[in-house]
């Protein structure tokens, strides 16, 4: 099946400091979602990307659709220990299927 | 609004137990799906239903796992005569037009 490829795995930051974790595949998706999960609880929406080449912010959160439709990359800017938490990619293909393929996740931790 | 609810939050079950898990979606959302999670991974696609309908069962993995929504609103998971390797975060989302999908808490199911 479809697979996700997401990177990095984990990051340790200063707070305050930017960060960028992206997400590639070999196939093309129409849909691409980027999902904030803390333990303990399902994935919240952050960011959900329709066109190819679209750029879409939420407050510190920016996200595009790469022009192939075969990657997404997401940035936090001023990051703060709230952000804390694991970052999935989650891509969704056209037509009959509806299901979301997600990437592995990033392991995001803020440092005071 | 409220948002996607799950029961039980946790549930422990000896092998060979049959469980039933439920989901309540978000009042008016004709899509919902159904996800497995193992630890440290992200969510992999079990079914898919538009109302009452079961449209896509293609990530049930095996025929223990049966999904049902009878009315198009609540839905149950049940897994018959579980096994360890059921063990899993099992999450329930919804969405009003199966692009951005909204997830529950989960139900994080231990086989002993």
């Known amino acids: 099946g479809q697979q996700l490829n997401q990177s990095p795995q984990s990051m340790f930051i200063q707070e305050g400091e930017d960060v960028s974790m992206n997400c590639t595949s070999s196939?093309?998706?129409?849909?691409w979602l980027w999902y904030k999960q803390d333990p303990g609880e399902g994935p919240v929406l952050l960011i959900a990307?329709?066109?190819?080449?679209e750029l879409t912010s939420n407050g510190r959160l920016t996200a595009q659709f790469g022009i192939t439709r075969k990657d997404s990359f997401l940035n936090i800017s001023a990051s703060i220990p709230s952000d804390v938490g694991i970052y999935f990619c989650?891509?969704?293909?056209?037509?009959?299927?509806?299901?979301?393929?997600f990437g592995s996740g990033t392991q995001l931790t803020v440092l005071p | 609004g409220a948002g996607v609810s799950q029961s039980p939050r946790y549930k422990v079950a000896k092998r060979g137990q049959d469980v039933a898990l439920r989901c309540d979606p978000i009042s008016g959302h004709v899509s919902l799906f159904w996800y497995q999670q193992a630890l440290g991974q992200g969510p992999e696609f079990l079914t898919y239903f538009q109302n009452e309908a079961q449209l896509d069962k293609s990530g049930l993995p095996s025929d223990r796992f049966f999904a049902e929504r009878p009315e198009g609103s609540v839905s149950t998971l049940k897994i018959q005569r579980t096994q360890q390797e059921d063990s899993a975060v099992y999450l329930c989302?919804?969405?009003?037009?199966?692009?951005?999908?909204?997830f529950g808490p989960g139900t994080r199911l231990t086989v002993t």
């Open positions: 990307l329709y066109k190819a080449g």
């Open positions: 989302a919804s969405s009003p037009d199966a692009y951005e999908q909204y």
């Open positions: 196939s093309i998706f129409n849909t």
């Open positions: 989650a891509g969704l293909i056209s037509g009959s299927a509806r299901q979301l393929t």
